[in-house]
């Protein structure tokens, strides 16, 4: 089975930046498509960012200009460099794999999530 681990979360006051790092591994499962998502208290998970095995990425408008999506050579680690931290970023930030760039997250795999808390 894949694994999917996050890290790097914590705290941060508002105008900070934060780096989260996600890890995907797993026999006889390839990775394509890999994107970050977040839980706030009290409200569903909603896209933060994803990036296709070809390189092309797409960002929630409430973070464009202020989050970069990224991956290694290998293509089973991506990264989320999270810059003028604001507030309403606080959530649990949960990582997704999937098995191909032409299906939804809803068929990937997740991690257990990390915790980002911007104080205001």
């Known amino acids: 089975q894949v694994q999917v681990v996050e890290s790097g979360g914590g705290l941060v006051q508002p105008g900070g930046s934060l780096r989260l790092s996600c890890a995907a591994s797993?026999?006889?499962?390839?990775?394509?498509?890999m994107g970050w998502y977040r839980q706030a208290p009290e409200k569903q998970r909603e896209l933060v960012a994803f990036?296709?095995?070809?390189?092309?990425?797409i960002y929630a408008d409430s973070v464009k200009g202020r989050f970069t999506i990224s991956r290694d050579s290998a293509k089973n680690r991506v990264y989320l460099q999270m810059n003028s931290l604001k507030p309403e970023d606080t959530a649990i930030y949960y990582c997704?794999?999937?098995?191909?760039?032409?299906?939804?997250?809803?068929?990937?795999?997740w991690g257990q999530g990390t915790q980002v808390t911007v104080s205001s």
């Open positions: 997704n794999a999937r098995p191909s760039d032409y299906l939804g997250a809803e068929f990937g795999s």
């Open positions: 797993g026999r006889s499962f390839s990775i394509y498509t």
């Open positions: 990036i296709t095995s070809g390189g092309n990425t």
